[in-house]
């Protein structure tokens, strides 16, 4: 009952990590289309992201925890019972690393649709946190600070 809270809660904190990890990057979603990626090559980025992050995660979490047991295991008293066969087996660092995965991808899922079905209008229209937070007014910002490179560059009398 514990652990099955404990991985709910660990879901949600993921889910809310990737969620803003996506929305982060909502602008270079809509460069990647622009550039012709499809909507399931986004998915398949996203999630592969998801994939990486949550099986080192994992494996960074299984490797302290087998040396515990290997401490544990020598410095405990002999009358706590099954104390001496204490250890990380094979299967529950599989097990482990299956539930880091699947915990992994179900965070990471609806982000990851989220991002890959918005329009490239949309995505690349989205405020920047670098820029503004008010509306469309980044846009005009982004072009202003086009303008103010090509008269820097020398090349606007062209356009004028």
């Known amino acids: 009952m514990i652990s099955g809270a404990v991985a709910f809660t660990v879901l949600l904190v993921s889910g809310n990590t990737f969620s803003m990890s996506v929305r982060e990057r909502i602008r270079e979603v809509g460069i990647l289309k622009t550039l012709g990626f499809t909507h399931l090559l986004i998915l398949r980025m996203v999630l592969g992201e998801a994939v990486v992050i949550a099986m080192t995660g994992g494996a960074i979490g299984c490797s302290p925890v087998g040396l ?15 104390i001496k066969s204490l250890a990380m087996t094979p299967l529950i660092v599989f097990l482990s690393l299956a539930v880091a995965l699947l915990i992994g991808l179900a965070s990471a ?11 490239i209008l949309d995505s690349l229209l989205t ?24 008269i820097a560059a020398g090349n606007i009398e062209d356009q004028v």
């Open 109 to 119: 899922l609806p982000p990851a649709i989220s991002a890959s079905r918005m329009s």
């Open 127 to 150: 405020p920047d946190s670098n820029y503004c937070h008010a509306g469309y007014s980044n846009t005009l910002l982004f072009s202003l600070r086009l303008v103010g490179a090509r």
């Open 68 to 82: 515990l047991c290997g401490v544990i295991r020598h410095a405990a008293p002999a009358f706590i019972p099954g």
